[in-house]
């Protein structure tokens, strides 16, 4: 990515017609059927918001639907005002389009609201100081999060296993209006055809936008102590993942990684073959409750479980290449990965 074309997506986020609002728990009154009084402006909010706005309250979606059908959206209603007062001290930040007034999300406010405008600065002074340059950028629509892949201009190089390198001092940031977090990517050749896979992984962030937080961050560079930590751990999870067959039960939790990133559930199995090894386990007699899940192997190793996720976040022609799915669901990937496997095997000599 040139200078101009950061610099034109850059622009077409800073355009985005959206507007944040900081307000308390205490303003939020709720007038039913997901219809709210949000500081004297009556909106309706899908129920996923809705639901968001349940937890900040302390209103689990157990006892919301209790609620509900014990005493229909009037009981819901008494239940979500009563706690909404009862937690005065609740801060919360809306993100709404002031165009098509539609709230994208709400979320608590850790410390205090960090703007587009700033993280943008931000990052530049990054890339200005540690000698790096933007490869990506990636943004929601809702203009809710933004990420900066960014490229060495000296890159290292590491290898998982003979012959099989990839890229390793690749940082990102990834930004929403309460956090920077600061992430550092691998970028592996998989075919000799010059595809490449990239996996990404969260190390630190920020709350505030504070010169002391944001001076902390600048100097977190490839040659810090916690990104070459978090790289070695990294590859102690590969070797193991390479030589150990994935449960069913992770083919189940890769498989609702992609369903939660917004595939069809039939489309996630066809990339991942969770119910097809369920039934084959089924159809020899095996019980598929949660603990069978767990014990049962799959013919996939988790190595090739976390390629089959990681070339779909890097590939796929369902997203733009500038959709901050392709980020996310690779955040999750890694998280998948360096998880306890459910089945361990071991190569001992003894």
Known sequence: MDT???????????????????????DIVALGDNFYNLGNTNVQVEPAIAEKIDLIAGIKSGQARIAYDSYGDHG???LRNFFGQATK????????????????????????????????????????????????????????????????????????SKGDEFLSNGIFFTWNPTEISLGNYYIRLVCTNGSKTISRHSI???????????QRMLNI????????????????????????????????????????????????NDIIPYESTKRLYQSAGYPMDAKNLAQAKSDKTMWEVFNMLTFFATHNEVWSPHDIRRSSLMESCMALLLKKRDIQEYYNIF
């Open 4 to 26: 101009s074309e950061y610099n034109k997506i850059k622009q077409e986020v800073l355009d985005l017609p959206i507007i944040y609002r900081e307000m308390e728990s205490k």
């Open 76 to 78: 819901l209603t008494n």
């Open 89 to 160: 001290d609740n801060r919360i930040l809306l993100t709404a389009n002031a165009q098509a007034k539609q709230i994208f999300d709400v979320v608590p406010i850790k410390g205090r609201v960090i703007t587009p405008h700033s993280f943008f600065n931000f990052m530049e002074m990054y890339m200005d100081k540690n000698h790096y340059y933007p490869e990506n950028v990636e943004y929601t629509d809702g203009g809710n999060r933004i990420s900066v892949i960014m490229k060495p201009v000296n890159e290292q190089f590491m290898e998982y």
């Open 204 to 214: 630190t962030r920020i709350t505030s936008p504070d010169v002391e937080e944001f």
């Open 221 to 268: 560079t490839s040659r810090s102590e916690v990104l070459k930590k978090e790289t070695e751990t990294m590859l102690d999870h590969t070797k193991i993942a390479m030589r150990t067959k994935a449960s069913v039960n992770e083919l189940k939790s890769a498989m609702l990684l992609l369903v939660q990133h917004g595939l069809d559930e039939r489309d996630a």
